[in-house]
C-alpha cells in the first residue's frame, strides 16, 4: 500500500463548478496534511494545510480531514480556467519519522470554459 | 530571501558518466528534502536531512545515488554511474521545524541521460 493514494484522474469540470480532490494515507500517526498545486513546468506550491479533524477554508479553497478514515480532499468553488493544474497531497510523519513529507501521485484538473 | 536555490536548471549527460545536482536551502530552515518527479512515479521522496545529518534514505533507488549535506547552506545529489531511467526533474525542497511547517521548493533540474 502507497503512503500516500490519491485518484490520478484526470479530473475535468466546467468553469464555475465544484471540484473536489481527494487523498487518502496510511500512517495513522500522521500529523499534518497539506495541499499543493504544480503547473505544468513549475515547482510545487502551497495552496493550504489542515491538521485538525474538520473542515479548514480558505477563500475558494476548503481542506477536509477525517483522522478516523486516514482520508483528506480539497474542495475547489467557483472553478477557474487558472485553477487547471496538477493537484498534490502531501503527508507530514509523526513519531520515529517525524518531518518526513510524502507526496501523492497527484491529480490533473483541468476546467473548461 | 531568494528562496531555494538548485543548479543547474538543465542537465544533459551521456549514460555512464557522474552527474551532481546541487542545493542552497533558505536560511534557518532545519529540514531539507530531494525528490524525484516523473510522470510515471509522481514526486518521489529519495532523502531527507534534519540539522545536516541524514534521516530517511530509503527513498533512493540505488547504490548509485548518494546525497550529502555538508553544512546548513548547501546539499548534492550524485548520480554515479547515470543511466537513461534517471531522468527526471529533481526537486530540493526545504521547510523549517514544526509539523505545520510547509516545505518551499526550488526550481528543479530537469536531467536527461542518453
Known amino acids: 500500500q502507497k503512503e500516500v493514494e490519491q485518484n490520478s484522474g484526470p479530473l475535468s469540470v466546467p468553469e464555475g463548478a465544484i471540484a473536489s480532490l481527494n487523498c487518502t494515507y496510511s500512517?495513522?500517526?500522521?500529523?499534518?496534511f497539506f495541499w499543493y498545486r504544480q503547473y505544468s513546468g513549475k515547482s510545487p506550491e502551497l495552496i493550504m494545510f489542515?491538521?485538525?479533524?474538520g473542515d479548514k477554508e480558505d477563500g475558494r479553497f476548503t481542506a477536509q480531514l477525517n483522522k478516523a478514515s486516514q482520508y483528506v480532499s480539497l474542495l475547489i468553488r467557483d472553478s477557474q480556467p487558472s485553477d487547471s493544474a496538477t493537484y498534490l497531497c502531501?503527508?507530514?510523519?509523526?513519531?520515529?519519522?517525524?518531518?518526513?513529507?510524502?507526496f501523492g501521485q497527484g491529480t490533473i484538473l483541468t476546467v473548461h470554459p | 530571501d531568494a528562496g531555494v536555490i538548485q543548479s543547474p536548471r538543465h542537465e544533459v549527460t551521456e549514460m555512464g558518466q557522474e552527474v551532481t545536482l546541487r542545493c542552497k536551502p533558505i536560511s534557518g530552515h532545519d529540514y531539507l528534502f530531494w525528490y524525484r518527479q516523473t510522470m510515471m512515479r509522481g514526486l518521489e521522496l529519495l532523502i531527507y536531512f534534519n540539522n545536516n545529518v541524514p534521516i530517511d534514505d530509503s527513498g533512493m533507488p540505488e547504490d548509485r545515488f548518494s546525497a550529502k549535506m555538508p553544512n546548513a547552506s548547501f546539499s548534492t545529489l550524485k548520480i554515479q554511474p547515470s543511466e537513461p531511467r534517471d531522468s527526471a526533474v529533481y526537486f530540493c525542497?526545504?521547510?523549517?521545524?514544526?509539523?505545520?511547517?510547509?516545505?518551499?521548493f526550488g526550481q528543479g533540474t530537469r536531467l536527461t541521460v542518453v
Open positions: 525542497a526545504s521547510s523549517a521545524r514544526g509539523g505545520l511547517t510547509e516545505a518551499f
Open positions: 502531501a503527508v507530514k510523519a509523526g513519531g520515529t519519522s517525524y518531518g518526513k513529507l510524502t
Open positions: 500512517d495513522r500517526g500522521s500529523q499534518s
Open positions: 489542515i491538521y485538525s479533524n
